[in-house]
């Protein structure tokens, strides 16, 4: 069975880091490419960045360019998001997902709040 | 590039069929078939319903088929049940990058 566990969201204050981490089994990470998409609170989803399986292709979504950087550790079956320079705009349930030609598994999602 | 477009809100009542649209551009929904469909209750994580713009995952209900005509991708609900009321996303491949997917605004969707 496919499992993905966000951990490391939280409250920070603006201009503050996180690192979000997700920890993959039942699958092969390194077989598929990997995204965060985050929703924030009562409003839709939006893609925030995505990884290749052996990590060399990233995207990042121009929102967030140049303050959040995707990484990945296969050997260790875990997805990383590292926030800096965050805003009161970033404060959203940040959800970890396996990407085929599509979405098909999520993780539970964990909050991140920006606040002072 | 900016979301998909899709209706706030679509209703209908219970065995009904309702449709929902997914309209974006030539570079996306135009021209590449990797359209899907998630449904998500309040405060639940998203469920996939259609890849590929009408191919449905195991165990999820026939009632739910996707198409696709031009630009515009749909989702229909056919035998319309109570238990279907909940937000409904599409997404598209870009089209500009290999890993970059673009949401649609999403869909509430209530069931009279």
């Known amino acids: 069975e496919v499992q993905l566990v966000e951990s490391g969201g939280g409250l920070v204050q603006p201009g503050g880091s996180l690192r979000l981490s997700c920890a993959a089994s039942?699958?092969?990470?390194?077989?598929?490419?990997m995204t965060w998409v985050r929703q924030a609170p009562g409003k839709g989803l939006e893609w925030v960045s995505a990884?290749?399986?052996?990590?060399?292709?990233?995207y990042v979504a121009d929102s967030v360019k140049g303050r959040f950087t995707i990484s990945r550790d296969n050997s260790k079956n875990t997805l990383y998001l590292q926030m800096n320079s965050l805003r009161a705009e970033d404060t959203a349930v940040y959800y970890c997902?396996?990407?085929?030609?599509?979405?098909?598994?999520w993780g539970q999602g964990t909050l991140v709040t920006v606040s002072s | 590039q900016s979301a998909l477009t899709q209706p706030a809100s679509v209703s209908g009542s219970p065995g009904q069929s309702i449709t929902i649209s997914c309209t974006g551009s030539?570079?996306?929904?135009?021209?590449?078939?990797?359209v899907s469909w998630y449904q998500q209750y309040p405060g639940k994580v998203p469920k996939l319903l259609i890849y590929?713009?009408?191919k449905r995952p195991s165990g999820v209900s026939n009632r739910f088929s996707g198409s696709k005509s031009g630009n515009t991708a749909s989702l229909t609900i056919s035998g319309l049940q109570a238990e279907d009321e909940a937000h409904y996303y599409c997404c598209s491949y870009s089209g500009t990058h290999t890993l970059h997917y673009i949401f649609g605004t999403g869909t509430k969707v209530t069931v009279l």
């Open positions: 590929e713009a009408s």
């Open positions: 997902a396996r990407v085929r030609m599509e979405v098909d598994s």
């Open positions: 039942g699958f092969t990470l390194s077989s598929y490419a």
């Open positions: 030539s570079s996306d929904v135009g021209t590449y078939n990797l």
């Open positions: 990884t290749s399986g052996s990590g060399s292709t990233t």
